[in-house]
């Protein structure tokens, strides 16, 4: 059944503008032409598109021979990125899929003149809807307005049978369900339940991707809560399932068990890059496996260490990069480190506040405050510093090296290290105002050197 709306497009942005002139210029070569899935879903939620994808009846070739710039991406599937004033616009020949049975690819992709086709086999009726932008009409073949128009996330079909085509589709539904802020289907809920277990067939890659987009969206909470109401956390990401029931001191964690810690972290997130969500969502996995109970109280020793490692190895299982899996093992290792802020030595804040890594660091020891007892004492401290080291000079190279030791006479050594991170905490501290200072200081260290010959050769 075809239903359809009246819906005025004005192009606006460059992109908008490329995808336009597309369109239009396929259908005065006598095709149908239309824009197609999540353009056309944010378009009428009146966000702006990231991208927009264009469906015609052309075949590949003839769009090739419309278009000045046109670049085959896959010509097997037919998708053909034309550019247009220096836009890439992605085109493709309306088809229709059949059976998928590695559950990832169609087995057949058959091209066809009929949109209704292309339509149905899209994933969700909030991604199968197509506009005519020169028309100025909005055509719905799979129920799609009306459920845009109520927020609710409905599979196209059967959902048994477009889960079981393809298990990409189950972590998408919970993306869209998350980031629109939508309700899911019960029906299509269900069955991705059903198909979780089959999660492992996605390529990691995949799995990354759509994790992150729930993560980084704007909801990472619902998301997170609904991967794990349809068993799929425990697939994807069975060291933060493992968190259920891992009781904390209820005098820091009013909140609850590491889980509900966990979840209050994703809540509370502001900026949500890929570093902060990932660290936060990491943050305490330890605690999955290094519980202890004494006199009744929980604890966890070492959490940060043993999570760190785990951290490491979620990312590198997932096929992160090298710089967010150490980002994020570096944020779980250190998160612990801020409760002791207030006692620390001006040299080792400064040092830490130095670091390419503090601000992430310095946002999840926020988040982890307020998901528990919402004390901020320590983050408002480190706040202050780091407004107090932005009036400082910028740090000079430090005052001594290894060259300075040499020229007093001590043997290059693991003494070297010992010496050259005193000097440096001088430094930081103010202790020395200049190189002059640093080495009429190295003169007298030296000589307690020299009183401890049995280490140092001198
Ligand atoms: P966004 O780009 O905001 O993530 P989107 O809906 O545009 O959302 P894309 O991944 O860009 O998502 O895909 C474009 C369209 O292609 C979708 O709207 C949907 O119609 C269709 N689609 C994408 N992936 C699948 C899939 N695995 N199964 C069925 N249809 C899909
Ligand atoms: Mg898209």
């Known amino acids: 059944m075809q239903n359809f709306l009246k819906f005025r497009f004005i192009p606006g ?13 396929l259908q005065e070569a006598g095709h149908k032409a239309f824009f197609v899935g999540g353009a056309v879903r944010d378009l009428l939620l009146g966000r702006t598109p990231d991208d927009i994808d264009v469906t015609t ?17 896959g010509a097997s599937f037919g998708i053909i990125t ?21 559950g990832r690819h169609p087995d057949h992709v058959e091209y066809t003149d009929q949109e209704e086709l292309d339509v149905t086999r899209r994933d969700f009726t909030v991604n199968g809807l197509l506009l005519n932008p020169v028309a100025g009409m909005v055509y719905d073949y799979v129920g799609g307005l009306s459920d845009l128009k109520r927020g609710y996330l409905r599979a196209i079909g059967d959902p048994l049978v477009r889960f079981s085509e393809d298990q990409l589709r189950i972590l998408r539904f919970v993306r869209f369900t998350a980031s629109l802020g939508f309700e899911p289907d019960e029906a299509t809920a269900s069955a991705a339940k059903h198909f979780a277990d089959r999660i492992d067939s996605v390529a990691k890659e995949r799995v990354k991707n759509e994790l992150e987009k729930i993560l980084t969206g704007a909801d990472p909470e619902c998301g997170m ?22 009781e904390q001191p209820a005098k820091y964690h009013p909140e609850g068990d590491a889980f509900e810690h966990t979840m209050l972290l994703l809540r509370h997130a502001f900026w949500r890059t890929p ?3 990932w ?13 202890s109970w004494k006199d009744g109280v929980p604890h966890f020793y070492g959490h940060e260490a043993v999570g760190a490692a785990m951290a490491e190895d979620v990312m590198r299982d997932l096929r992160a990069s090298r710089e967010l899996m150490d980002c994020v093992s570096t944020t779980v290792r250190n998160h612990m480190r801020f409760s002791h ?24 020891h926020r988040l982890d405050c307020m998901a528990c007892h919402g004390l901020m004492e320590n983050y408002l401290l480190m706040l202050d510093r780091m407004i107090q080291l932005e009036r400082e000079p910028v740090p000079v190279a430090p005052f001594l090296t290894g060259q300075d030791l040499i020229g007093q006479g001590i043997v290059p050594g693991p003494v070297f290290k010992v010496i050259l991170g005193e000097a440096e905490d001088l430094q ?21 050197i020299l009183k401890m010959k049995q280490h140092f050769r001198v």
Do not use: C
């Open 279 to 291: 660290s936060a969502l990491l943050h305490d996995i330890g605690k999955g496996v290094t519980q």
């Open 13 to 25: 942005t460059p992109m908008e503008k490329a995808a336009y002139a597309v369109v239009r210029r």
């Open 341 to 364: 802020v207030d006692e620390m030595k001006p040299a080792k804040w400064k040092r830490i506040i130095r670091e390419p890594n503090f601000p992430v660091e310095l946002e999840i």
């Open 275 to 277: 570093q902060v969500m």
């Open 225 to 246: 809560r609904l991967l794990d109401q349809l068993d799929i956390m425990r697939e994807v990401l069975p060291g933060i399932f493992a968190l259920h029931g891992k």
């Open 428 to 448: 930081l501290e103010g202790i020395f105002r200049n190189r002059e200072d640093a080495l009429n200081w190295l003169s007298v260290r030296k000589m307690t």
């Open 57 to 73: 009846s052309a075949l590949p070739d003839r769009i090739s021979a419309l278009f000045d710039k046109a670049i085959p991406l």
């Open 82 to 102: 034309v550019i247009m004033d220096e836009i890439p616009v992605e085109v493709a020949t309306f088809r229709a899929e059949r059976g998928y049975s590695d």
